[in-house]
């Protein structure tokens, strides 16, 4: 077994810090869960709506947000504890999973408020993308913050890859609601982790504020690097 470990860490040195794995394992657990919950979703509007048009608009639901409040979470992961931003924007996400099964369960969800909460969903995703990227750095050695970011590609991939199947599984035995509670009890994993970290989820260095200047710079920047544009 000491030899196995060896060998995974000699190939992937990020596992080593405690931190980064935790977290690690406790999001490729949470993304799987949302990974359900996305085609859960589109297949649950198209149930009730047989529209093509609706559908697409869930789309739109999830992308609007993120347009709207992804300058300032960019800039809130800069200034905030990030690991607290996490803890809050998990939760959030996991209420709206909550949310989203007990209505199922009670028939009383309606595309117009499947369109509200996944808005609501994408506006914290806007705010925790940001902070849980930048975490990262946070967790393990520079050295190794090319494997630590290759692994989270590893993680979201294979999340990617299982969720849908098992969300299809649940959805043909009739599961709509059971797959959004699984979702929600996903969220768990990443939040232990989250409040099992002992490293700070803080920037290194001089202390920054959410301010709307520095999301001038931010816009500023970008105008500049045509790569980025």
């Given at each position: 077994?000491?030899?196995?470990?060896?060998?995974?860490?000699?190939?992937?040195p990020?596992?080593?810090?405690?931190?980064?794995?935790?977290?690690?394992?406790?999001q490729?657990?949470?993304?799987?869960g949302?990974?359900?919950q996305?085609?859960?979703?589109?297949?649950?509007i198209?149930a009730?709506t047989?529209?093509?048009?609706?559908?697409?608009?869930?789309?739109?639901a999830?992308?609007?947000p993120?347009?709207?409040?992804?300058?300032?979470?960019?800039?809130?992961?800069?200034a905030?504890?990030?690991r607290?931003?996490l803890?809050?924007?998990?939760?959030?996400?996991?209420?709206?999973a909550?949310v989203?099964g007990?209505?199922?369960?009670?028939?009383?969800?309606?595309?117009?408020?499947?369109?509200?909460?996944?808005?609501?969903?994408?506006a914290?995703?806007?705010f925790d993308?940001?902070?849980?990227?930048?975490?990262?750095?946070n967790?393990?050695?520079?050295?190794?913050?090319?494997?630590?970011?290759?692994?989270?590609?590893i993680?979201?991939?294979?999340a990617?890859?299982?969720?849908?199947?098992?969300?299809g599984a649940?959805?043909a035995?009739?599961?709509?609601?059971?797959?959004?509670w699984?979702?929600?009890?996903?969220f768990?994993?990443?939040l232990?982790?989250?409040?099992?970290?002992?490293t700070?989820g803080r920037?290194?260095?001089?202390?920054?504020?959410v301010?709307?200047?520095?999301l001038?710079?931010?816009?500023?920047?970008?105008?500049?690097?045509?790569?980025?544009?």
């Open positions: 077994m000491s030899t196995s470990l060896s060998t995974l860490h000699g190939r992937f990020a596992l080593r810090s405690r931190d980064f794995r935790l977290l690690w394992m406790g490729i657990i949470s993304q799987a949302t990974q359900m996305f085609w859960a979703i589109n297949w649950h198209y009730l047989h529209s093509a048009l609706a559908l697409g608009f869930i789309g739109l999830r992308v609007v993120i347009l709207i409040f992804s300058l300032i979470g960019g800039a809130l992961a800069d905030a504890d990030r607290r931003v803890l809050v924007t998990q939760s959030v996400m996991m209420l709206v909550a989203l007990l209505l199922t369960g009670f028939h009383h969800l309606t595309p117009f408020l499947i369109y509200a909460l996944t808005m609501a969903g994408a914290a995703m806007a993308s940001p902070a849980r990227q930048s975490l990262t750095p967790l393990v050695p520079r050295e190794h913050l090319t494997n630590a970011l290759s692994l989270n590609q993680g979201m991939q294979t990617k890859i299982c969720g849908p199947p098992v969300a649940l959805i035995a009739g599961g709509l609601a059971l797959t959004y699984f979702n929600a009890l996903s768990l994993a990443v232990a982790a989250l409040l099992l970290l002992r700070g920037a290194v260095g001089s202390e920054a504020r301010a709307l200047e520095s001038r710079e931010g816009l500023a920047f970008v105008r500049r690097e045509s790569i980025l544009l």
